[in-house]
């Protein structure tokens, strides 16, 4: 690997807010996010109670006053848990106190996640008032069977019906959540959801292979022999699946598990595998502010106290070198399909993968992982399955 080091950083574009509800109503056993389920309803009044207090402090940072924003993205967790007044509050008052660059229009995206169990269609016409344009499903499956063995507590006409209420009260951009390499998932049951993303016509799909994280239940069944999920050919077959039906569908694969619909990529994720500046609010959330990453405290309780007393709820602080900027920036931004720009990388930090991996890079295109396609770094269609390969090569 070469030793030239990135110039100091210029010409950030604009960035994202992230906020973090950590309420479920059940904690899915795959599940490593930040959440807990079992909380009460004044638990849950004093979190967003906190939450809008970090918020407006965020805003009058001297940081936050010099920059606009082009998302606003809640996350979870599952928001809608919370009471629909205070969230609508909440999510209004952001529209007010950041500079968003068209509050409210069709080039600020609003997103917020929901379960199809959470939501009703009075709630959504509440959130769409309310600024919030596009809406995330966690669907998982359209599969009984398949949302069982998962620990899911919806059912698939659940996420039917969420789809529909969500069109019926005003929404034009519908993003839904599929897993696949569920256990004892074959090729046939995965079609059948896909068949179902066909006939419901969202305008964005995140399609993600089942990850067994350490800590939770589905690592410890796994490790019993009690967790029979498909073998790797299989999970590929799944994936390759996926991408040859939903590009028959006019979906683009704009990042490695994502698809849309001309003009409806995810202008907040985007900014993430581009490594963009973004506020992180609410407990486990994470900051990045210009190379400088912060996060939030994890528990709701110690969140909700620290605010109280005029103390910043941050846990953890990372100052990122422009080596490890740079880096970050180049893998991060692999995942999109279409890559990293070269020029963009120059403008930045003023070096290029090439001068910066040396042979590591060199070795990758040769290996027909990597190539440079009209000015951007990119992986080929023998890479986008290994990505994770090639992108440790790259650590």
């Known amino acids: 690997m070469s030793h030239e080091q990135p110039a100091p950083e210029t010409a950030e574009g604009p960035a994202g807010i992230y906020v973090h509800i950590p ?35 965020m805003a009058a940072h001297p940081w936050t006053r010099t920059r606009t924003f082009n998302s606003l993205y809640i996350g979870g967790g599952t928001p809608p848990t919370v009471d629909i007044l205070e969230l609508t509050a909440f999510i209004e008052n952001c529209l007010k106190v950041f500079h ?3 509050p409210c229009g069709e ?23 309310a600024g919030v344009n596009r809406l995330s499903l966690g669907i998982q499956s359209f599969s009984d069977i398949m949302l069982q063995s998962i620990g899911r507590k919806h059912s698939s006409q659940d996420g039917i019906r969420a789809a529909a209420w969500a069109r019926e009260a005003g929404f034009s951009n519908i993003s839904l959540d599929l897993m696949y390499a569920l ?18 016509e969202p305008e964005h799909l995140s399609v993600y292979e089942l990850t067994v994280e350490q800590g939770t239940p589905f690592a410890e069944l796994k490790r019993q022999g009690k967790l029979a999920l498909p073998d790797e050919d299989m999970a590929l077959a799944m994936f390759e699946r996926a991408q040859e039906f939903l590009s028959a569908q006019g979906y683009e694969q704009y990042e490695i598990s994502n698809y849309a619909r001309q003009g409806f990529q995810c202008i907040h994720n985007i900014n993430y595998w581009e490594n963009g500046s973004y506020i992180g609010l609410g407990s486990g959330a994470v900051s990045c ?5 912060i ?16 103390i910043q709820p941050f846990k953890e602080a990372e100052i990122l070198d422009l080596s490890a900027r740079f880096r970050e920036t180049v893998i991060m931004g692999l995942r999109m399909t279409a890559g990293v720009s070269l020029a963009r990388l120059q403008e930045r930090f003023g070096t290029t993968p090439e001068k910066y991996f ?17 000015g951007r770094l990119r992986l080929t269609q023998r890479g986008l399955p290994l990505a994770n390969r090639v992108m440790a090569c790259l650590v």
């Open 100 to 102: 968003l660059t068209s």
């Open 289 to 293: 502010f210009s190379g400088v990453r």
């Open 23 to 57: 309420f479920c109503r059940s904690k899915c056993p795959y599940c490593s996010f930040v959440s807990f389920q079992d909380v009460g309803v004044g638990a849950k009044k004093a979190y967003m109670a906190a939450l809008g207090r970090q918020a407006e402090e």
């Open 183 to 200: 256990p004892c998932q074959d090729l046939a049951t995965w079609q059948d959801s896909l068949d179902m993303v066909a006939a419901l």
């Open 107 to 129: 080039r600020t995206e609003i997103s917020l996640e929901a379960n199809p169990n959470t939501v009703n269609l009075e709630m959504l016409k509440r959130l769409r008032q």
């Open 358 to 374: 040396g042979e590591d890079l060199a070795s990758l295109i040769r290996d027909g992982l990597l190539e440079e396609h009209q």
């Open 295 to 310: 996060k939030n405290e994890e528990d709701p309780v110690r969140f909700i106290e620290a605010v109280g007393q005029d």
